[in-house]
């Protein structure tokens, strides 16, 4: 017999906290990693997986590949204006970019 085991969930950040980190966050792509993490509750390794197939803006909804599983995020307005605001920007410096990472256009150098 074995016995499983329920791995607790991330907790999101309260909101009081939250307004003085995205005030902090100098670019669209901070504040929406900012938001993925502390108030959708996705883990870093969750954030660098994302891609673009994974996010739809119409309906508000995100796919995160979770521990072999898929996990679907429902997005708040807030979330969905920092997505447009990194999409326009990712768009600006990044225009013939291939790479299917949703935060992460380019390769570091």
């Not at 660098?48 to 803006?57: P, T």
């Not at 299917?100 to 380019?106: D, G, K, M, N, V």
Request: glycine share 4%.
């Amino acid at each position: 017999m074995s016995i499983v085991r329920a791995q607790p969930l991330p907790r999101p950040l309260p909101s009081d906290r939250l307004v003085g980190l995205l005030d902090k966050a100098p670019t669209a792509l901070a504040k929406l990693a900012v938001i993925l993490v502390a108030v959708h509750a996705l883990g870093c390794a969750e954030v660098r997986g994302l891609h673009l197939d994974d996010l739809d803006r119409s309906t508000g909804r995100l796919v995160v590949h979770r521990a072999g599983s898929d996990h679907v995020v429902v997005l708040d307005e807030d979330t969905l204006t920092l997505i447009a605001a990194w999409s326009r920007e990712r768009t600006c410096r990044y225009p013939r970019c291939a790479n299917p990472h949703c935060l992460y256009p380019s390769t570091p150098r």
